[in-house]
């Protein structure tokens, strides 16, 4: 969690929106993806505790699976959260863009800046929130946290049947990319804007924003913010819990 000694940025009325309505089918049947737990508490829950870390964020919006919404309120309400941060849960809807665009319905008035943050980044530093707040403070309509790849990347014409090799169409230059993370942050008239106006279901939200023509510009990202979508995953994301209690008492 933060040190409560860090000043609040002056000025930011920050609130997150979490859709967490999908099934997560790539970690197995069983719950929703963000329901699953790690070292004992739900991955949502871990989710939110990131995004009320920072003292800019005075509300968090959960967007739930419909038929779950009640049980994720429960749930959230029985887990300790800061004090000076409020909580939503609205249901989602079929898709993840339907999903945040109820989730802005349901922010009040007074709020500035929006965060859209994946239930399944449960592990979060609260640096790379403030840093993601701030750069929205300081001008840029849409932010995205990110990490240089390490990773050769090829462009390929995929295979018509799963399995089958696939040729090399192009190896994109490296040092241009980056791997994107969330929080992403938006000046809230401009998220509002991007999902009346961009209809095609994407992959997120600043893509969004980029279709309007707007400027998103990219701030260093964390590794542990990375997503937990396979069994795998579950298995770094206990470990990384497991040293942050041991090391800092987290």
């Known amino acids: 969690m933060s040190d409560d000694s860090r000043p609040s940025p002056s000025g930011a009325r920050t609130a997150a929106v979490i859709p967490a309505a999908g099934r997560g089918v790539r970690l197995g049947p069983g719950a929703p993806k963000a329901l699953r737990t790690l070292n004992g508490t739900p991955m949502l829950v871990h989710a939110v505790r990131a995004m009320a870390a920072s003292r800019a964020v005075s509300l968090v919006v959960v967007v739930a699976p419909p038929d779950d919404a009640a049980e994720v309120k429960?749930?959230?309400?029985?887990?300790?959260?800061?004090?000076?941060?409020?909580?939503?849960?609205?249901?989602?809807?079929?898709?993840?863009?339907?999903?945040?665009r109820l989730g802005l319905d349901a922010l009040p008035p007074g709020i500035d800046i929006v965060l859209v943050h994946d239930a399944a980044r449960?592990?979060?530093?609260?640096?790379?929130?403030?840093?993601?707040?701030?750069?929205?403070?300081d001008g840029a309509p849409a932010v995205v946290p990110a990490l240089p790849l390490t990773d050769t990347v090829k462009q390929v014409e995929p295979a018509r049947t799963p399995g089958e090799p696939?040729?090399?169409?192009?190896?994109?230059?490296?040092?241009?990319?980056?791997?994107v993370q969330t929080p992403q942050g938006f000046d809230r008239a401009t998220l509002v804007?991007?999902?009346?106006?961009?209809?095609?279901?994407?992959?997120?939200?600043?893509s969004m924003v980029e279709q309007?023509?707007?400027?998103?510009?990219?701030?260093?990202?964390?590794?542990?913010?990375?997503?937990?979508t396979r069994p795998l995953d579950l298995v770094l994301a206990e470990a990384v819990l497991t040293r942050r209690r041991l090391n800092d008492g987290f």
Not at 86 to 97: A, N, W
Not at 193 to 203: C, K
């Open 166 to 179: 696939e040729p090399v169409v192009a190896t994109p230059e490296r040092a241009r990319l980056r791997a």
């Open 212 to 228: 309007l023509g707007l400027r998103v510009v990219v701030v260093p990202g964390h590794e542990e913010a990375f997503k937990v």
């Open 122 to 137: 449960p592990l979060v530093p609260v640096d790379t929130v403030d840093g993601v707040i701030e750069a929205v403070r």
């Open 193 to 206: 804007r991007a999902h009346e106006t961009v209809t095609d279901n994407v992959t997120d939200d600043a």
């Open 74 to 100: 429960t749930l959230i309400d029985s887990h300790a959260l800061p004090e000076r941060t409020e909580f939503l849960v609205v249901p989602g809807g079929d898709s993840r863009q339907e999903s945040v």
